[in-house]
């Protein structure tokens, strides 16, 4: 498990709007994914670990098709979400830098773009490790990033959530130099007739795909497949969006680009 000081929380105080505008988007783009590239290929009531599984809408969708399913996330205010959400689901609380459970795994998925907010390429190579540590004899891995192009064409401009008693600003920006993107997020309920305001910056760090693939092989994968999310996956607006595949032993076919 990671020391309390070092647990990715930064998704504490954004909790609550992610829950209510994010988390069944999200969870309905990402299941037919898992449809077509992961599913088939794990047993009826197989194992699933969800990295930085956030407040539980896909963990308990794939609980309810069965598997046994396992969620793990740095926020405790996203699990708290998680757990009213997926009460059936096993939720840990752990940084996806330092978790250690069983090599009991049959998949591990890590979704819309979790693991860019992984800031130095060692500390995700040591996820990737961290990942195989936990995945049986031929266990999946099924994970998406933020490419360039989706930095590039996505993150810009601004806009906003609002409602009687609830308002989300959110502005968005990258740096090609520097290959960082940010999003200043502005909060404002109103809790006991009174509005609460609440600032903070979520930053993404852009991995080219040569980087990502030494880094899963460097932790032992042996094969990765990508995907486009709009020209192989059809998912309309995730320009940019880029699906791995890695088994921990042969893929059955041709590697992808």
């Known amino acids: 498990m990671a020391h309390e000081e070092s647990r990715y929380s930064e998704y504490d105080r954004f909790a609550w709007f992610y829950n209510r505008y994010w988390g069944v988007p999200f969870r309905n783009q990402a299941l037919p994914v898992l449809e077509r590239l992961l599913l088939p290929h794990i047993p009826e009531h197989g194992s699933i670990l969800d990295l930085c599984c956030g407040t539980g809408q896909l963990a308990q969708t794939l609980a309810e098709r069965g598997y046994q399913v396992t969620g793990i996330d740095g926020s405790e205010e996203m699990l708290r979400y998680a757990r009213e959400n997926a009460p059936g689901v096993e939720l840990i609380l752990a940084d996806a830098r330092s978790f250690t459970l069983p090599s009991v795994y049959h998949s591990v998925v890590s979704t819309f773009d979790s693991l860019n907010h992984i800031m130095r390429l060692e500390e995700l190579t040591r996820v990737f490790q961290n990942v195989h540590a936990v995945l049986g004899d031929n266990g999946l891995f099924l994970f998406d990033v933020n490419t360039e192009e989706g930095y590039q064409t996505r993150w810009r401009g601004s806009f906003a959530i609002v ?16 290959k960082i993107g940010q999003n200043d997020i502005t909060m404002f309920r109103m809790e006991g007739g009174i509005w609460q305001r609440s600032d903070l910056v979520l930053t993404q760090r852009c991995y080219s795909e040569n980087e990502l693939r030494a880094a899963l092989s460097e932790a032992g994968f042996q094969e990765i497949v990508t995907y486009d999310a709009e020209k192989d996956l059809g998912m309309a607006g995730n320009v940019g969006r880029t699906f791995f595949l890695a088994r921990r032993g042969s893929l059955g076919g041709k590697e992808g680009t």
């Open 163 to 178: 409602q009687e008693d609830h308002v989300c600003i959110v502005r968005a920006r990258y740096n090609p130099e520097q």
